[in-house]
């Protein structure tokens, strides 16, 4: 299995902030749509914040490449009287996961009997909102999952993985580590093609309620290209995972980078759990100019499985101006994607399952011990 990505909403300002996002070749998924909130996440495991959609919300998430097979895993609280929605789907085809589209496949968890079923084609009727739980007449029931099958207003881990095809489809289900769905040689496939480029959420909860999800990772059915890291399908068979955000502490050696205020150092700037726009950040604009700082330290007893390196970056000239993530481990640097940026804050991040001064897994000591920052590449 590939990592495709992590994320766990610990940065962001806002939802508007979650969809200015770049897929990268090592991120290869970016949120491309998203009407609901950030929001303090207090119930999953105190790391930050969380998504929390209502009535009506949704989010997206579009994969940089067409997929067989997908795997998406988070954390989930659903509230009584929910409906929670969870598609692949086929953007390339048209397909859409809101009202009145289409998907290739998914699964419709219903809080008030704790219960999911999976569903070839699995969309609300276009005149009905995700809340009233009214399916489109062209959704075909795959499998009923037994009821009582999660804690309705507590978190739960919750991973799903989609195969798509027209007889060899499948659709897994897992939560908390137990499987509860596993059916395959199914039609999971509803446009002309087998494959899914994409990743719906609708969030249907009553008003002044709210879904919440958390520490969200993607993965393919690749192998995974970089060192020795043989990522299940799901990865709670590593225990119950969860994205931890570091933020820099420190400024390590001389910044290249000019700090605005200049009456911050340059770590102070960019050392924020809601990214401030122009109130804080530094600058450049000679190619190679690069900060790295020393970061918070991983919990004791946390075995990581994954890195990333995000930034939110911008240019204010009409130019080409380019930057990448820089991670470094020991003596050994690894930089990200070289990407031009725009004159709009835009998030680029870039990630590896293995440590690049070791070829191996992270460590606790590893990643607690990396530098972390951003080079002008051009």
Excluded at 19 to 44: C, D, E, I, M, Y
Excluded at 116 to 127: E, F
Excluded at 235 to 254: E, H, I, K, Q
Aim: glycine letters at 12%; hydrophobic letters at 35%.
């Amino acid at each position: 299995m590939s990592m495709l990505g992590i994320d766990g909403f610990d940065n962001y300002n806002s939802g508007y902030d979650l969809v200015n996002s770049k897929a990268t070749t090592t991120r290869a998924f970016q949120w491309t749509s998203a009407n609901l909130s950030v929001a303090p996440g207090t119930n999953f495991f105190g790391y930050g914040k969380c998504l929390a959609g209502g009535e009506d919300d949704s989010l997206v998430a579009t994969l940089s490449s067409s997929k067989s097979t997908a795997i998406w895993g988070g954390h989930v609280i659903i509230p009584q009287n929910s409906f929670f929605w969870i598609t692949g789907f086929d953007s390339t085809a048209g397909q859409s996961p809101y009202g009145g589209g289409s998907t290739q496949a998914g699964i419709l968890l219903t809080s008030s009997n704790a219960s999911l079923a999976a569903y070839r084609n699995l969309a609300p009727n276009g005149s009905y909102n995700p809340f009233q739980g009214v399916l489109s007449s062209g959704s075909v029931l795959l499998a009923q999952a037994s009821n009582n099958l999660y804690p309705v207003g507590s978190v739960f881990l919750l991973e799903l993985s989609l195969t798509i095809g027209s007889a060899g489809g499948a659709v897994s289900v897992a939560i908390n580590g137990t499987s509860v769905m596993n059916i395959t040689g199914v039609n999971t496939q509803e446009s002309a093609h087998a494959t899914m480029d994409s990743w719906g959420w609708l969030f249907g909860s009553p008003p002044g309620e709210g879904i919440q999800i958390d520490n969200c990772y993607f993965l393919d059915s690749a192998v995974q290209s970089s060192g020795s890291i043989p990522f299940n399908s799901f990865l709670s068979s590593y225990g119950l995972t969860r994205v931890f955000t570091s933020f820099p502490t420190a400024n390590s050696g001389t910044p290249a980078f000019s700090p605005h205020p200049n009456t911050n150092t340059n770590y102070q700037d960019v050392d924020e759990t809601a990214m401030d726009s122009d109130t804080t950040y530094n600058y450049a604009s000679t190619s190679g100019d690069e900060d790295l700082f020393t970061i918070t330290p991983l919990p004791t007893g946390v075995t990581p499985l994954y890195c990333q390196v995000k930034a939110a970056v911008r240019q204010t000239s009409a130019g080409s101006l380019a930057l990448a993530t820089a991670m470094k481990s020991g003596a050994t640097e690894l930089d990200g994607q070289s990407l031009v940026s725009y004159q709009t804050y835009t998030y680029q991040a870039d990630g590896t399952p293995v440590d690049p001064a070791t070829g191996v897994a992270w460590t606790n000591t590893g990643v607690s011990g990396l530098l972390i920052g951003y080079k002008e590449t051009a």
